[in-house]
Nanobody, 118 residues
């Protein structure tokens, strides 16, 4: 069973920056789609950004131009650089790794708290 280990969350002021990291505990296929999701209190979990095996990225409209997702396959690691943070970015951020062909998998991290103070 693969574990996704997240780090980099914390408390930051409005306009600040943070970088989240997510590392797989064991070897993971290079054709994995990686993603960051977030869930604020009382709200549904939502996609923040994802990067496909081919390196194609997709961002939520609310973070476009402020957040950057990247990955290093050799390090089994994905990053989310978050700039110009806003109080509405406050949430628990979850790392996800999914593969839709055999062997299929859908792994989640435990979540890391990001709090942006105004």
């Amino acid at each position: 069973q693969v574990q996704l280990l997240e780090s980099g969350g914390g408390l930051v002021q409005d306009g600040g920056s943070l970088r989240l990291s997510c590392t797989a505990s064991t070897l993971i296929f290079s054709d994995t789609t990686w993603g960051w999701y977030r869930q604020a209190p009382g709200k549904q979990r939502e996609l923040v950004a994802e990067v496909t095996a081919e390196g194609i990225t997709n961002y939520a409209d609310s973070v476009q131009g402020r957040f950057t997702i990247s990955k290093i396959n050799a390090k089994k690691t994905m990053y989310l650089q978050m700039n110009s943070l806003k109080p509405e970015d406050t949430a628990v951020y979850y790392c996800n790794a999914v593969r839709k062909k055999f062997p299929v998998y859908d792994y989640w991290g435990q979540g890391t708290q990001v709090t942006v103070s105004s």
